[in-house]
C-alpha cells in the first residue's frame, strides 16, 4: 500500500527495520495515512475496471463500506477525498455511512 524500501542503514526513528540472523537487511518505510488512501482508492479501481465514479449506487455504497472498515474517513479529509473519487457530494457519503448503522 505505497511502503518503500530502504537500506537499514537510511532508516528514520519511525521506519520499520526488519532483521535476518541478526543482522538488519532491510527497513519499510510505511506511507502517511493520507497517501494510503490515494493507494487503496487506486486499488479499488483497479479491482473494478472503471473509475469509482462510474460505478452504480450499491457498488459506490459498498466501497464506502469497504473504505469504512479500513479507516478512511478517520484521515483527514478523507470524506472529501472518497467523495470526489466516487462523483459524489460529502453529503452523500455520509448518508451512505449512516446508511450502514442504521442497518
Same mark, same amino acid.
Do not use: C
Given at each position: 500500500?505505497?511502503? $518503500?524500501?530502504? +537500506? !537499514?542503514? #537510511?532508516? #528514520? !526513528?519511525?521506519?520499520?527495520?526488519?532483521?535476518?540472523? +541478526? #543482522?538488519?537487511? %532491510?527497513?519499510? @518505510?510505511? !506511507? #502517511?495515512?493520507?497517501?494510503?488512501?490515494? *493507494? %487503496?482508492?487506486?486499488?479499488? $479501481?483497479?479491482? *473494478?475496471?472503471? !473509475?469509482?465514479?462510474?460505478?452504480?449506487?450499491?457498488?459506490?455504497?459498498?466501497?464506502?463500506?469497504?473504505? $469504512?472498515? @479500513? +479507516?478512511?474517513?478517520?484521515? @483527514? *479529509?478523507?470524506?472529501?477525498?472518497?467523495?470526489?473519487?466516487?462523483? /459524489?457530494? @460529502?453529503?452523500? /457519503?455520509? =448518508?451512505?455511512? =449512516?446508511? $450502514?448503522?442504521?442497518?
Amino acid at each position: 500500500m505505497g511502503a $518503500e524500501l530502504l +537500506g !537499514p542503514d #537510511q532508516a #528514520q !526513528p519511525d521506519d520499520v527495520v526488519l532483521a535476518w540472523e +541478526g #543482522q538488519d537487511v %532491510i527497513a519499510v @518505510r510505511l !506511507p #502517511q495515512l493520507s497517501d494510503s488512501l490515494d *493507494h %487503496i482508492l487506486a486499488a479499488m $479501481e483497479r479491482r *473494478h475496471g472503471m !473509475p469509482l465514479a462510474d460505478l452504480d449506487r450499491k457498488a459506490k455504497q459498498s466501497v464506502v463500506r469497504t473504505l $469504512e472498515a @479500513r +479507516g478512511a474517513f478517520s484521515v @483527514r *479529509h478523507g470524506v472529501e477525498t472518497v467523495a470526489s473519487a466516487l462523483g /459524489v457530494s @460529502r453529503f452523500t /457519503v455520509y =448518508n451512505y455511512l =449512516n446508511r $450502514e448503522k442504521d442497518a
